[in-house]
């Protein structure tokens, strides 16, 4: 049973530049949540998406958006990047848009220098 | 504004020990309050959750304690292990909303053979 699949699991990026992430959910899952947890802090929640659709967003700027494709994967984009983006930034999958039953990948690990 | 409190940050226990971790939090529409482990390089896994309609809940050695009316709730786990040692997190959230889960910063555990 695949879990939560995210990729690049590394990433260097210099600060203006953008960046794409991905991920792919479990198997049976429909909707994908995304956080970003600092080093040494808990996850914070970004935004979610379900039916292709962002339901909603947590405290991050616009340079935060997203996509989620007919086959439930979706995808982060972070634009001008700044170096306090450097973070753990992990995807998340659930039924229905609901909150319960999350499962995360093993993130991808964001350097901006 | 952090709305879901934890301590303590770190924790060191005794191989067979009890190891409690508690938090609180201030929003009285959360129903749904999970807790999570990580270890090193991994993304958080799901370890126990509670619904508020229960003071309690176990599973195996992980039991929650859960207290509404002081907005409370607690992790612990019995007969601690080396094994056990990593970061434990706890979240709230609206269980069938679409605004995420709201984490704690986390409680380090370190269990001593």
């Known amino acids: 049973d695949a879990g939560v699949t995210q990729s690049p699991t590394h990433l260097i990026k210099t600060r203006g530049q953008q960046v794409t992430l991905r991920c792919s959910p479990k198997?049976?899952?429909?909707?994908v949540s995304w956080y970003q947890q600092a080093l040494g802090q808990g996850p914070q929640f970004i935004f979610q998406?379900?039916?292709?659709?962002?339901?909603q967003r947590g405290n991050f700027p616009d340079r935060f958006s997203g996509h989620q494709f007919p086959n439930y994967s979706s995808e982060l984009n972070v634009n001008a990047l700044l170096l306090g983006d450097s973070a753990l930034y992990l995807c998340a999958s659930s039924f229905r848009g609901l909150n319960y039953g999350y499962t995360f990948g093993s993130g991808t690990r964001l350097t901006v220098v | 504004q952090q709305q879901v409190k934890q301590s303590p940050q770190s924790l060191i226990v005794q191989k067979g020990g009890i190891s409690i971790i508690n938090c609180a939090y201030e929003n009285t529409a959360f129903d749904y309050f999970p807790w999570y482990q990580q270890f090193p390089g991994k993304g958080p896994a799901l370890l126990i959750a509670i619904r508020p309609d229960v003071s309690e809940k176990k599973e195996g050695r992980f039991t929650i304690s859960f207290n509404k009316s002081a907005k409370q709730f607690s992790l612990h786990i019995m007969d601690s292990q080396p094994g056990d040692s990593a970061t434990y997190f706890c979240?709230?959230?609206?269980?069938?909303?679409?605004?995420?889960?709201?984490f704690g910063k986390g409680t380090h555990l370190i269990i001593q053979p």
């Open positions: 998406y379900y039916e292709e659709e962002e339901r």
């Open positions: 198997s049976g899952h429909d909707t």
């Open positions: 979240a709230a959230s609206k269980g069938g909303g679409a605004d995420g889960l709201t």
